[in-house]
């Protein structure tokens, strides 16, 4: 099972970013998928998840004005995209995943993709 994020970079102030999360190795038909970040010193920040069939969003307070998350599932893929970046939105951003249910915990996770935002 593996979940390979990619899209992480060097950008300014007020940019925009998409990341992407693929997933192989099984269906995640009856997950969440959701995206993390970890700023320097700081602990995992949940940013929000969406689910393969549904299409059900669920975003954090702090990001959801900026950042949004959409999936295709012809490509297994999800996606993160993230505007008007500021530099306290740089971190390691993860994708992972967790089983739809009460009392479930995101138990796959991807490797991480930087993003590092300039001032």
């Known amino acids: 099972v593996q979940l390979q994020a990619s899209g992480g970079g060097f950008v300014q102030a007020g940019e925009s970013l998409r990341l992407s999360c693929v997933v192989s190795?099984?269906?995640?038909?009856?997950?969440?998928m959701g995206w993390f970040r970890q700023a320097p010193g700081k602990e995992r920040e949940f940013l929000g998840r969406?689910?393969?069939?549904?299409?059900?969003?669920h975003y954090a307070d702090s990001v959801k004005a900026r950042f949004t998350i959409s999936r295709d599932s012809a490509k297994n893929a999800v996606y993160l995209d993230m505007n008007s970046l500021k530099p306290e939105d740089t971190a390691v951003y993860y994708c992972?995943?967790?089983?739809?249910?009460?009392?479930?915990?995101?138990?796959?996770w991807g490797q991480g993709t930087l993003v590092t935002v300039s001032s």
């Open positions: 969406i689910t393969w069939t549904s299409s059900s969003l």
């Open positions: 992972a995943a967790r089983p739809i249910g009460p009392g479930t915990s995101y138990n796959y």
């Open positions: 190795g099984r269906s995640f038909g009856s997950y969440f």
